[in-house]
């Protein structure tokens, strides 16, 4: 190490570019310093002293010491007041801070630079006894929670005491000898439960503090909302030492939380709340509840114009809607923190697509800047207008994060995860919500607290989920231990079915309708742009005309998968398959499969048509043939009848069906290899309806899809039934069609001889399912229990079957990719497993160069605009 | 087609180098007429005519039919006779012949040139009427079958008609009258059957033969024959015509087959049979009992003298055992066909060897000249070739592990186990067999499995222990509850005895007589001689002492593959076992841990004391748990008694361990992720027993493998675990060792990523079993069924859980080769799967460089033969 390296900086000497190394809020601080604008001054200790610490066994080097040291004494000078004085004592905040924001997370200290002799300096100085003496039982509480691992709770009990033995309701109601007292008690009860002395020495509070946020770095919570949030690569979190101002000097001072623009909407208008005589985390904590920052202007006008002044210049300097924290100290205004404000999906298309129009950035930082993830938003459900026309509103809070939440009331995040892992849909309802409550509140379809605001935690972090929220409805009171609510007369029990509506913030006290969104302009804009620079195709897995019509309003150019099992569970359909499966030779299976053919011609017709020209890839019957017989007792004696066959007979069949490894078993390509007789059904259904088609005039190209492909005589074997059957078709309807006959590479061999299958294939589709389920041998149905264990102990970073393993079965894609392409040049490739609607994997479908992703209608939005990402 | 080229040669114009052009007959024929044997003259028809037949869509070019007329014309002159002519006519006989010899498999016409006329010129010159118009109308009557189509059985059934009508008893009583009106009833029976004439033209019936000749390359059974033995890239089969000598011209003509050397024992002595005044199909035919070559030496001194010589002559020359037919006609020897002939595996190895001795070959030929699969009936028990010619096949399975088993009927492992225990030889008769088998199986003389194919446990297991086991007969049906088996209307009960005959898969319903073994001194020294020139090291598939001492005593150089899940199940163990799994924590685990630890370390100490020094492969805990938990209810409740739980928490944890796809599910390296404490009881057992031995002097170097591995992060969770404890043990014992820690790759992911692996991993195994399962999405227990579809589709070659799938398989395998060695130049490389005794395999695991391959005891052997083979 060098000893010229420098680790700390105070905020003059940083900028907004060395986010990696200050932290995300460090750099702002930095940045707005440079700026002129009015920052308390302070200096950020790097990422790298985070790293250093871990590494060096959670001690700092002499080097480091020194620097902090250094730019304590410099902010000493600049504020000319000393930490710990008994005069004019300095204070600071000692706050977190990772190049990533993580909102709650991590831990902060504030009012650090009391004790005995700095409390009385503070008291003096500001003519406000009280006031001093609250700070100081405030930083004793938070150092003692945060620093030296007590409970919070137990600084409450602490605090009810002393109101309990004064007679006193509220926190506010204690004045300077009960605060005094409350000071003594903390401090006992940090040497009874700790062995350990209240440090006194600022220098001494200072460092732990700095440490303990190092420390919260990798703490659970931490640790989950980056793997939540796919955070990684980064040393670890920045610490910003801040000289301390104060809302809390009385009526002229206060403190707030503004975004420039409206993070719900999107909306071009301030946004914000602020409480008087506060310090910020009054406003944060949601106890007592803020006002709206318009407000603001007729209380305190110079402020207010200054801050508007402050906001016009932060927003065109960084060209994003600024989230900021401010304070005004006896009438001067300070920034604490700005920040990109985190914002809903509809807020994020909104403001991408006004600061184009407003010249601030240009279409591909717009198509950059919305979070794919988030669009989901805007895609799924909102209460069914109608539905809610007359239904009673239970009651009504602040519309904290959008969408329609319907559930069962739980009141636990342990429940939601429970209940959630059982399938139930479940609401969490807390009075607020903390970081522990993360993995409940992604269990629940929606959350609805009891306190707090707009910029509460649970608004921020459901606004981050994309996750409906109704925050702060205060009428709600919450039975914590009894597990149920009330607003006024009515009870909602645990389990009894509640609907949130966080674009209004009201509750319903029964489950209403859901109807799908609609789409704003501003989103289609932006769809029209990332269309414009997207290099991959965006197809649809759609079964069904109806999937196939909602994906071409979200802008589907195709179906990429068209499974046709799923069409042969309806009504009189799966007789005839049943049959077929309990023939006893061709004849019988060829019988019961003329009654499917027309059926599945229909059903073909139908996606044809709705699909109005664009390629539809219909794939041949995948599963194994066991999964169309029924399982019980009962259903067996029924199709016995209905078939007129023995129980026996059903028994048997199932019995010489049944599969020890159904997934590696006998089915896709193979099932044909023993009854070629339904692969030539489902040409022929498949080839009459495009013939029928094309008598109307309507151009059709079915992509017909061999599934299961491992060898190249498998793919040979089915592609030549399909050649036969297709062409006998066409001279029987006297049409000539162009037809395409291509394959899913899905089994690992077939990725590694792509290059033979090429020969016979025209396209090949991925299906990153089956490969990821081979690849790595994990059966989906059975591997979820310990793929949870994995992401626990660290073994994965994401589920494989969520976001595509690029680094093993990738690997088989590229292979597959680069060998198909080698025999076939114009071969078209695809992907249609679930993998095709995950951002991180449709950025590998675009590296790797493939033609198109199909996924689930829903998130063919989401597709389009991540293409266009990857490819800018 | 240049016209210069030859299709056509005459004997003289060839040598046994032409074989793919001339087939080994034809090439055989020309090196003959070069050395000065006498053969009867004629030319061969090239293979590549056959080629262009073919594919000339069943026509000839004038070219070829040019250079047949023109060789004809030469054979005329040299034999000074004519094709049909009516004085002293030319014979021919139309002979097929391939590069690699199939016997049997392709048509052959003889007599060919007789008609109405020559019949008279023939009876004229040989002055013997009975003769000429039996030779016609044995003519007729192969011609009508194998050039016209007819069935054979239509000409019996004329000739029966005649003897019946003359009352005449054998075919030898028909005179020449008789004869006359037999060829009218054949030509009439043609004409009636095809609606064509019986061709008259001698010229006509040679091309329609030629052609037959060649369109028999392509019949079922010689396709099935080259499917089975692996021919291939053969353009396709020659046709020899020849100058027809006679056998059955008299008391001094006569016919026979000899070999140079004993095919069964490979005595070197003269061994044959011949018959005096007859055709060569009389002796294959088996109408008439011929008599011992030597018998010949007083009948015909002359000749047999001669023959004496010839014999030696072309033994010097082919430098092998040849196979030879002769015919004498009316004294004059004539040798018609000479090819190094078939034997046995005793007797192969015997001439290998004797060879050497005699300076006829040199080591490395004598090596390359043993068929290694037939090796596999010398290390086995064999049925009594004489006592199976006559008995009755009951059924037939698949020859899962060559031998023979005699013993009484039982059905379940403890009857298998009970009446050993008291003396009695058992076969094993179950539908399929589980790991709660093995003891079963160690103590029956054989396993039948109904169920499952040549790589289901059953077939796995029994291999493994050397024991003879027919699996998958499918006709065998098995009641479990009252102990018996029914194939057909034939019951076995419980107790009956039954033969088995694993190497051909055979059931007899009856105790026949079998034979042991013995490895003879010949066998030894060819296998010092394999030992010299291989390259691949061989070592063994083991799990207890007693298997690795008979594969010590086989040669194997150390344990490849020791599946410790074996071990599981003896005695008190599973008792052990199964409270582990029930246990509710961590601790309760680790208590029954404690008790499986004592028996483990044993087991250890004993194959480390059989390896004596040489390395062992330990593969930690593989199966999914629930392989160790009970299936009945009986069993349930017994456990539940034993175990004092309820019944309920037995079922629950059974639900809880239930998996729809337990191939792909918990097991191997994932268990030990969720249960670290079954590795630490494993690691400590293995180092703890090498511990102990060193303190005794006995230097062991463990080797540990992480089995099914397909991450990183999986291997370094387990490694670090085996680290620890291993570090843990070394120090309790104050014993420094050397142990190595390595992985299986069997996850096709594992091959991809197999670099990174290399970063932990000191060795790697391949598992070629899992590999393969996965590779191609075919679970073995399911697989079989379909399997056999794929061969007689022609989708397959070769099961691939046999003989181990280089194009696709094998690229993996390649592929982790090479990274493998990219990250770690020494990393030791194996394979474990059931290829590893598979000849093909073996062959490809040196190509590709690993350092050795493991199999069964029994097959390590093979495994020697083939890798000295493969390195010649």
Chains 1, 2 share one sequence.
Not at 452 to 480: F, L, Y
Not at 641 to 668: C, Q, W
Request: one cysteine or more.
């Amino acid at each position: 190490m060098s000893e010229q390296k420098q680790f700390v900086f105070s905020f003059e000497e940083g900028n907004a570019k060395m986010k990696e190394t200050l932290g995300g809020k460090g750099a702002y601080l930095a940045e707005m310093t440079q700026f002129g604008i009015p920052v308390p001054p302070g200096f950020t200790i790097s990422t790298e002293v985070c790293d250093l610490y871990y590494k060096n066994n959670q001690k700092h080097s002499e080097e480091i010491i020194n620097q902090i040291n250094a730019n304590l004494k410099k902010l000493e000078e600049k504020t000319g007041k000393t930490l710990g004085e008994a005069i004019d004592p300095l204070l600071v905040s000692v706050r977190s801070g990772a190049a990533v924001s993580m909102p709650g997370m991590m831990d902060t200290v504030l009012n650090l630079g009391l004790n005995d002799e700095s409390v009385a300096g503070l008291a003096k100085k500001t003519g406000n006894e009280r006031f001093a003496w609250d700070s100081y039982r405030r930083f004793i509480q938070m150092f003692g929670s945060v620093v030296m691992g007590l409970e919070h709770n137990k600084f409450e009990t602490e605090l009810d005491a002393i109101k309990h033995k004064n007679n006193l309701l509220v926190d506010t109601d204690l004045e300077a000898p009960h605060l005094k007292e409350l000071v003594a008690n903390y401090k006992t009860l940090i040497q009874k439960e700790t062995g350990k002395l209240f440090p006194s020495d600022p220098r001494e509070q200072l460092q732990m503090s700095i440490d303990a946020v190092f420390r919260s770095w990798n703490n659970d919570r931490a640790i989950t909302y980056r793997r939540l949030n796919n955070i990684k690569g980064l040393l670890g979190t920045a610490v910003n030492v801040q000289a301390m101002v104060f809302g809390n000097l009385g009526e002229t001072s206060g403190t707030g939380v503004c975004f420039t623009r409206n993070p719900a909407t999107g909306e071009k208008k301030l946004y914000g709340e602020f409480l008087m005589n506060a310090q910020g985390e009054d406003v944060v904590a949601g106890i007592r509840t803020p006002r709206p920052i318009e407000e603001l202007k007729s209380i305190m006008p110079d402020c207010y114009n200054q801050f508007d002044k402050i906001y016009h210049q932060l927003e065109n300097d960084y060209k994003d809607m600024q989230d900021m924290e401010f304070t005004i100290q006896e009438g001067k205004l300070y920034i604490l923190q700005t920040r990109n404000g985190k914002r809903t999906a509809a807020a994020s298309v909104k403001i991408a697509v006004d600061m184009v129009k407003e010249n601030l950035i240009d279409e591909k930082t717009a198509i950059k800047r919305v979070l794919a993830n988030q669009l989901d938003q805007l895609l799924h459900k909102q209460l069914d207008p109608v539905a809610k026309k007359t239904a009673e509103v239970l009651t009504k809070g602040l519309p904290a994060s959008p969408g329609a939440a319907v559930g069962q009331a739980v009141f636990s995040a342990k429940m939601a995860h429970d209940w959630n892992a059982e399938g139930k849909k479940v609401v969490l309802v807390r009075a607020e919500t903390s970081p522990e409550d993360i993995e409940g509140m992604h269990a629940a379809q929606g959350i609805l607290t009891a306190r707090g605001g707009m910029t509460s935690h649970a608004a921020v972090v459901a606004r981050g989920m994309g996750k409906c929220c109704v925050a702060g409805a205060g009428d709600v009171k919450i039975n914590e231990h009894e597990n149920y609510f009330t607003v006024g007369s009515i009870r909602i029990n645990e389990g009894d079915v509640i609907t949130l509506d966080g674009s209004t913030g009201e509750v319903f006290a029964k489950a209403l309708g859901v109807v799908d969104p609609e789409l704003s302009n501003d989103f289609n804009e932006l769809m029209i742009w990332a269309d414009k620079y997207r290099k991959l195709g965006v197809r649809t897995n759609a079964d069904t005309p109806h999937d196939a019509e909602v994906a071409r309003k979200f802008g589907a150019e195709g179906i990429g998968l068209c499974r046709t099992e799923h069409m042969f569970f309806n009504g009189d359909r799966i007789k005839a398959v049943r049959e077929m499966i309990l023939a006893d030779d061709v004849d019988g299976r060829k019988r019961a499969l003329k009654k499917l053919l027309p059926y599945q011609k229909d059903d073909f017709i139908g996606l044809f048509k709705a699909m109005d020209g664009y390629s539809v890839t219909i794939r041949l019957l995948d599963p194994p043939l066991h999964e169309f017989l029924p399982q019980t007792e009962e259903e067996i004696l029924e199709l016995a009848g209905e078939m007129n066959v023995t129980v026996e007979h059903i028994k048997n069949r199932i019995e010489d069906l049944r599969e020890f490894n159904p997934m590696l078993g006998h089915r896709g390509c193979s099932v044909v290899v023993t009854y070629p007789e339904i692969a030539e059904m489902q040409t022929e259904a498949i080839i009459s309806a495009a013939c029928e088609l094309a008598k109307t005039g309507q151009k059709i190209v079915p992509e017909i899809m061999i599934p299961l492909v491992g060898l190249k005589q498998e793919l040979d074997f089915n592609a030549e039934i399909v050649r036969r059957v297709a062409e006998e078709t066409m001279e029987k309807f006297g049409v000539e069609l162009d037809y395409k006959i291509g394959t899913m590479i899905e089994v690992p061999r077939g990725a590694l001889i792509a290059d033979k299958l090429a020969e016979t294939a025209e396209f090949f589709s991925f299906g990153t399912n089956d490969l990821t389920q081979m690849g790595f041998g994990f059966s989906r149905d059975d591997a979820g229990k310990f793929i949870k264990e994995y992401l626990a102990k660290g073994l994965f970073e994401h589920d494989p079957f969520q976001t595509l393993d690029t680094e093993g079965i990738g690997q088989l894609i590229k292979m597959a990719t680069e060998l198909g392409r080698a025999t076939r040049p114009e071969i078209k490739l695809g992907i249609c497993g679930e993998h095709g609607g995950d951002p991180e994997s449709i950025k590998f479908c675009h590296a790797v160069g493939l033609n198109y992703v199909s996924c689930s209608p829903f998130r063919v939005p989401i597709a389009r605009l991540v293409a266009a990402q990857a490819a800018l």
